[in-house]
């Protein structure tokens, strides 16, 4: 689950090089659950689960349960396999600073993707 | 040494366009029925390299494929500097490939496009009927609603090459082969600052060709579709919807293929493309 993030970008040479500019608290939602993720230099340092009281975050990609399960199969149908195939279709809502996230796209796709076929 | 070239030739077409002179970037291979090749928004035309070294197609088409102003090696008119930013308008994109055309003096051409390619054909097809022997759209739909916020592809704080091809890296469908992949995302990192940008004008705001597709006459000139089913930019319903609308045009969704076809992954859009090519000569034999 959202938990292994750490594991799996961590162990990935390349993507943590790839966020090696990136110091950052973001907030994934999926449904009514939460976490807000922490990364610093491109490594996933904290992954903390909600409920939060005064959470703090730069930035929120926040989908449904089933929009998350579908962009994380293994082989996801089209319209499900990107995170701007899922803002395109309205299932994802990416808000607050988007600096960031826009800054370090190729980043961020890799670490959300990172989950790909291990969630479900 | 013998050197090994493809059979590709590039030259600069000198040109007029909107009352400045222009360089325009053309290369091109074969001989027969002329496949005018336009790329895509942001990108250049070596995304037509498949189709230029095809020795197949090379015995029956002239392919040629040339950068727009501003993209690839077509450097926009002297005092670009001067304007504020890049805008692609439906206007200066007909008339863009109307002008090339007429310069190589190509007759009855075969206008290939991809995204703002494939909607510029439905308007060549819409506007010059006779000028054009056939059109092919790839991923041509006859609108596109924003869906996310362009001005980040150009602010000085935001690398405009890596967001580009971030931006559209899922637009590449999952049956692309790594090494096209990324060299369809290598075109979008090398344009220039806000030229991906001001080609979505046209793609999202002056292009809209929604109300006019009933009037396109495939019997003047022949409309064909080919669309991949992982684009979300152009999906496969506004393909099929455009195809819909436009009576006589032939219409093909190609699986496991995104929003850059012939670049991303030109095998399998050369297994599409052929039937097309074949129709169309067939159907010039016969005219």
């Known amino acids: 689950?959202?938990?292994?993030?750490?594991?799996l970008v961590n162990a990935d040479a390349a993507l943590v090089r790839k966020g090696r500019f990136v110091d950052v608290t973001f907030l994934l939602q999926s449904g009514e659950?939460?976490?807000?993720v922490t990364i610093d230099h491109g490594r996933v340092t904290d992954v903390a689960k909600g409920p939060f009281v005064m959470p703090r975050w730069t930035f929120a990609l926040r989908a449904s349960a089933d929009a998350w399960a579908r962009f994380w199969a293994p082989a996801p149908e089209p319209g499900w396999h990107d995170l701007f195939a899922l803002i395109r279709h309205?299932?994802?809502?990416?808000?607050?600073?988007?600096?960031?996230?826009?800054?370090?796209?190729?980043?961020?796709?890799?670490?959300?993707?990172?989950?790909?076929?291990?969630?479900? | 040494m013998t050197a090994q070239f493809e059979p590709?030739?590039?030259?600069?077409?000198r040109l007029d366009l909107d009352g400045k002179p222009h360089r325009v970037y053309v290369e091109e291979a074969g001989q027969g029925v002329p496949l005018l090749c336009l790329h895509t928004a942001g990108a250049d035309s070596r995304q037509y390299r498949a189709v230029l070294n095809d020795p197949e197609i090379l015995k029956s088409f002239r392919v040629i494929a040339f950068d727009l102003p501003w993209h690839g090696k077509s450097s926009p008119p002297a005092g670009w500097h001067e304007l504020e930013e890049y805008r692609l308008t439906s206007r200066a994109y007909v008339d863009?490939?109307?002008?090339?055309?007429?310069?190589?003096?190509?007759?009855?051409?075969?206008?290939?496009?991809?995204?703002?390619?494939?909607?510029?054909?439905?308007?060549?097809?819409?506007e010059h009927p006779d000028r054009f022997g056939a059109v092919i759209g790839l991923q041509a739909g006859a609108h596109v609603d924003p869906y996310y916020d362009t001005q980040w592809l150009h602010r000085p704080d935001v690398h405009g090459g890596e967001v580009c091809a971030a931006v559209?890296?899922?637009?590449?469908?999952?049956?692309?082969?790594?090494?096209?992949r990324w060299e369809t995302l290598?075109?979008?990192?090398?344009?220039?600052?806000?030229v991906f940008k001001g080609d979505l004008y046209f793609y999202k705001v002056d292009g809209d060709i929604r109300g006019q597709l009933r009037q396109i006459d495939t019997a003047r000139c022949p409309v064909h579709l080919l669309s991949g089913?992982?684009?979300?930019?152009?999906?496969?319903?506004?393909?099929?919807?455009?195809?819909?609308?436009?009576?006589?045009?032939?219409?093909?969704?190609?699986?496991?293929?995104?929003?850059?076809p012939m670049s991303e992954a030109p095998d399998v859009f050369l297994d599409h493309l052929r039937p097309v090519l074949a129709q169309i000569l067939a159907d010039r034999t016969k005219a």
């Not at chain 1, 370090?104 to 959300?112: D, I, S």
């Not at chain 2, 090339?100 to 819409?126: F, K, T, W």
């Not at chain 2, 290598?186 to 806000?194: A, I, L, N, R, V």
């Open chain 1, 1 to 7: 689950m959202i938990e292994r993030l750490p594991d």
């Open chain 1, 33 to 36: 659950d939460a976490w807000l």
């Open chain 1, 90 to 120: 309205k299932e994802l809502r990416a808000e607050g600073d988007l600096h960031p996230f826009m800054a370090n796209l190729f980043y961020f796709k890799g670490v959300l993707g990172s989950l790909r076929g291990s969630v479900g």
């Open chain 2, 8 to 13: 590709i030739l590039g030259r600069y077409l």
């Open chain 2, 96 to 126: 863009t490939v109307v002008a090339v055309a007429d310069a190589l003096e190509l007759d009855q051409p075969v206008a290939m496009g991809c995204s703002i390619g494939g909607r510029i054909v439905l308007h060549l097809a819409l």
């Open chain 2, 168 to 180: 559209v890296s899922g637009l590449v469908g999952p049956a692309a082969p790594d090494e096209h």
């Open chain 2, 186 to 194: 290598w075109h979008y990192m090398q344009s220039g600052p806000g």
């Open chain 2, 229 to 260: 089913e992982y684009d979300y930019s152009c999906t496969p319903q506004d393909t099929l919807e455009a195809a819909e609308r436009i009576k006589g045009a032939t219409v093909s969704i190609m699986k496991g293929i995104g929003h850059f």
